[in-house]
């Protein structure tokens, strides 16, 4: 298991390697000091997601899409708008389902896009189609 993510600052592109005990914490950049999360999607895997799940106490909503996928493409701006809108109360997670099967396959996910929201590293939630901005932030129950 992974102990760092690697984000690129919004602000100045800059790599940081956060550790992903202090992904709570509104880390900022190294460079510029600009927040790393400033309510957009993170895009984890096979090899972050169960590290990210185990470090915060904020409930995740992951969105299992795939680039081919139309609805995918179309809620994608939705998805984000919703990042903004639960920035510190939420981590919204993006995981693409074709370049992480191992996770597809743990959460048995049969369409896209695919919603599920974690509390504690446990499923509390799951919502299958394109939603929009409303039906995203009412499944993160915040």
């Not at 790599?15 to 992903?20: A, T």
């Amino acid at each position: 298991m992974i102990d760092k993510l690697h984000l690129r600052c919004p602000g100045c592109n800059a790599i940081n390697r956060l550790p992903i005990e202090r992904i709570d914490d509104s880390p900022v950049c190294g460079r510029c000091s600009q927040p790393l999360l400033q309510g957009q999607p993170l895009e984890l895997g096979d090899d972050t997601l169960d590290a990210v799940a185990a470090a915060t106490k904020l409930p995740i909503v992951i969105d299992f899409w795939a680039a081919w996928c139309g609805p995918c493409r179309m809620m994608a701006p939705a998805f984000a708008q919703a990042a903004q809108q639960l920035q510190g109360r939420a981590l919204l997670v993006k995981v693409d389902s074709d370049a992480n099967p191992a996770l597809s396959r743990r959460y048995g996910i049969r369409s896209i896009p695919t919603l599920v929201r974690l509390q504690g590293g446990a499923e509390t939630a799951r919502q299958s189609g394109a939603l929009p901005v409303a039906a995203i932030v009412q499944l993160a129950g915040v």
